[in-house]
Structures are given as structure tokens and as C-alpha cells.
């Protein structure tokens, strides 16, 4: 009898600890896995967009983005003749999942472009991914869109990337000051496809900006580029080194995403 209840014990004890094991595993699969963290969906034109936070098997951030339906680019508000030609769309970050240096995600919605001419003057996007709150946000002013050349407006070169200037005329109230790439193909007397925009106020890094045109759009792109980065930022965290503005023909749904952060 004892021998029999020794043997009950010792399968039992076993059959547990194969259980824990396996259990131990399966946490340890879950906890390795990929993650995807989405925001809520705001409704722009006839579709939706929100932002979204992926995740390495690691669990470090390995991008950060905004996705959004083939309806989006249908039903677009127009402005009407001598009226604002920007229609803006709040997206927020997504309530869990890791937190990242961006606070909120500005859609701009420039139905007629924006200046310069012959350069941006096209219906496009402008993707703001503010590194700052939006109360902050709404407290950026200026006397004019040349306050941009005002010295107390201009980073330090350490916040600026290699090549990047900040030119007069590009300072906009509710957004900052806008650093461009002058050997970027748009200057070059290339069509406007996409490009990427550094943003400051005050000296201080406020957002990182990709834009693309509504036309580049509608041609389902697939396309990637490095990101210059500057020596330093103004808020701790990880930012981009390429950005990305693709179509998913499976899923039917634009990405346009910070990618290789660090």
C-alpha cells in the first residue's frame, strides 16, 4: 500500500511539474511574441484613419505610424475661394501598449498645398507626429510665417540634421517652425512624392513630419527612405532612422510609418 501511494505521489508530483513547465513556456512564447497596438479610428473623408505602435519580439518599439482606409482619400473637404484650404484630424496614441516620444498624430488635410510654389503646391498630407502635448500645441504663435528666420526660433545645429535648414516663411501658428531638405527630389525640379520635415518652437524639437501627395496616394505606393537624424533631441526617446509610405493590397489600407527607431 505504501509502496503504491509513494508511486500515486511521485506520478502526481511529475504530471505538475510538466504542467508548470509547459505553463512556463507558454507565458515565455506569449511574452516573445510581435505586438500590434492601435488608436482610435477617426473618420476622415469617406473612410478612417488611426495611429498604431508595433512591437519586436523583444518588446521594444519597432515602429511607429498611422494606417488608414482607401476611403480617406474619397470625399475630402474642398475650401471654398479666399477660405482656409487645411482641415486638420486629432488622431490619438494608442490607450495601451508601450508609450513613445509622440503625444498625438496631426493629419493635415491641404486640399490646395502650401507654400513654396512649384514645390508643395499640390493636394497632399502633412503627417505630424508631435513630440509635445497638445495644449502645447495650441499655444504655438507667431507675428507672421517669417518668424521662422527669428533667432530666438532657430535650433541649436545640434538639433538640426546635417544638410536641414530652416528657412523664412515657414513658421505656422498651432504647428512650428518647418525644417526642410533643400537636396531633397522636390527641389531638385522633381514631382512632390513624399518628404521628410523636422519641426521646432521656441529652439525646441516639436515634431517630425512625413507628407505625401494625394497623388502619390492613389498610385499604391511601396516606398522607404532614410531618415536624416540630428546628433540630438529635444525630448528623450527613440526616433526614426527611415520612414515608409506603402499600400497593403491584402488588408486594403495605406501605412505611412517611423520605422528603425532608436
Do not use: C
Amino acid at each position: 500500500m505504501k509502496r503504491t501511494h509513494a508511486r500515486a505521489w511521485r506520478n502526481l508530483f511529475l504530471a505538475g511539474a510538466m504542467a508548470l513547465a509547459t505553463l512556463g513556456t507558454g507565458m515565455a512564447l506569449a511574452e516573445g511574441k510581435a505586438a500590434v497596438f492601435e488608436g482610435k479610428p477617426v473618420k476622415i473623408g469617406q473612410g478612417t484613419a488611426h495611429t498604431v505602435v508595433r512591437t519586436g519580439a523583444d518588446g521594444a518599439v519597432a515602429a511607429i505610424g498611422v494606417v488608414f482606409t482607401e476611403g480617406m482619400l474619397d470625399g475630402l473637404p474642398v475650401a471654398a475661394p479666399g477660405a482656409n484650404p487645411l482641415f486638420s484630424y486629432v488622431l490619438g496614441m494608442p490607450a495601451k501598449g508601450p508609450k513613445t516620444a509622440v503625444d498625438h498624430v496631426m493629419i493635415d488635410w491641404e486640399s490646395l498645398g502650401h507654400p513654396p510654389p512649384q514645390v508643395y503646391d499640390v493636394p497632399h498630407f502633412d503627417f505630424h507626429f508631435y513630440v509635445v502635448s497638445r495644449e502645447e500645441v495650441s499655444k504655438v504663435r507667431f507675428n507672421g510665417p517669417n518668424d521662422s528666420a527669428d533667432p530666438g526660433q532657430q535650433p541649436p545645429a545640434e538639433l538640426m540634421p546635417a544638410g536641414y535648414i530652416l528657412p523664412p516663411g515657414t513658421a505656422v501658428p498651432r504647428m512650428g517652425v518647418h525644417a526642410i531638405n533643400p537636396t531633397a527630389p522636390e527641389f531638385q525640379k522633381q514631382p512632390f512624392t513624399a518628404t521628410f520635415i523636422y519641426g521646432y518652437y521656441k529652439k525646441r524639437l516639436t515634431f517630425v513630419e512625413p507628407m505625401a501627395s494625394l497623388e502619390f496616394f492613389r498610385s499604391k505606393p511601396s516606398f522607404s527612405a532614410p531618415v536624416p537624424r540630428p546628433a540630438k533631441y529635444s525630448k528623450s526617446g527613440t526616433y526614426p532612422s527611415r520612414y515608409s509610405v506603402g499600400y497593403d493590397d491584402a488588408k486594403k489600407v495605406y501605412e505611412v510609418m517611423l520605422e528603425e527607431l532608436r
